[in-house]
């Protein structure tokens, strides 16, 4: 799964990543947790220019009674995505891309779950495959979103057993697209390159969501 993630990054490099200038303050951030705001990319419904947009991590169907059901649904599963009830009208026509500079899976230990931070070898932010929705039943408009995930690569499967989809940037276009075949996006949902990714224990202060400092992704040891 993919619980919690870091976004560290210059704007002008997300602006270059993403071929769209950003227009929102961009504040750091080590400990992106559910249930709060991420910074994400998707098409403009209706009109297919690209956007940046903020919405609730943790989507809630357009379909639900009631909103709390997105606190169960952080991430997707992309093997089932397209055809699950959750997930499968987004998967459609409500695809998009969330920016990181890397995230946090737990592996299990003596001493209770070690944290580790994954990120590029390069240092250089990515973005993970997201899908999106929109919640009318409310007082007022609610626009949420989930990350999708996979099988682990190499690097991670001794950690985890599910690492979020990584989009390499020259799928961007394709991922986001509101008229691409789903059928055709399967080959994008893969593991990504072990090579191009590592990964290290870092402390356990970002098991708490408050806990927001640069010393969260440093390497770590007890």
């Not at 919690?4 to 602006?15: C, G, P, S, T, Y």
């Not at 987004?90 to 994954?118: C, D, M, T």
């Not at 999106?132 to 007082?139: C, P, Q, V, Y």
């Not at 690492?163 to 893969?190: E, R, T």
Request: charged fraction near 25%; aromatic fraction near 10%; proline fraction near 9%.
């Amino acid at each position: 799964m993919c619980g919690r993630f870091a976004l560290v990054a210059e704007k002008r490099i997300l602006d270059m990543l993403f071929g769209l200038e950003l227009r929102f303050d961009l504040q750091p951030r080590f400990n992106i947790a559910p249930s709060q705001d991420i910074l994400a990319l998707r098409r403009s419904p209706g009109e297919n220019d690209k956007e940046f947009v903020h919405l609730r991590w943790g989507l809630v169907p357009f379909w639900a009674e009631d909103s709390s059901i997105g606190s169960r649904m952080i991430n997707a599963r992309a093997e089932t995505a397209p055809e699950k009830p959750s997930f499968r009208d987004a998967f459609k026509k409500r695809r998009l891309l969330i920016p990181a500079s890397g995230f946090y899976e737990w592996k299990k230990a003596q001493n209770g779950k070690q944290p580790y931070y994954v990120c590029r070898e390069d240092g250089n932010p990515f973005a993970f495959a997201g899908l999106w929705e929109r919640w009318d039943k409310g007082d007022k408009p609610l626009e949420t979103c989930t990350i999708l995930t996979t099988e682990p690569n190499s690097l991670l499967a001794p950690i985890h057993n599910r690492m979020p989809v990584i989009i390499s940037s020259q799928h961007f276009d394709q991922w986001l697209d509101i008229n691409a075949d789903p059928a055709g996006l399967q080959d994008l949902l893969q593991p990504y390159p072990p090579d191009e990714l590592t990964a290290y224990p870092v402390s356990r202060e970002v098991n708490k969501p408050s806990n927001n400092n640069p010393d969260l992704i440093k390497p770590h040891s007890d």
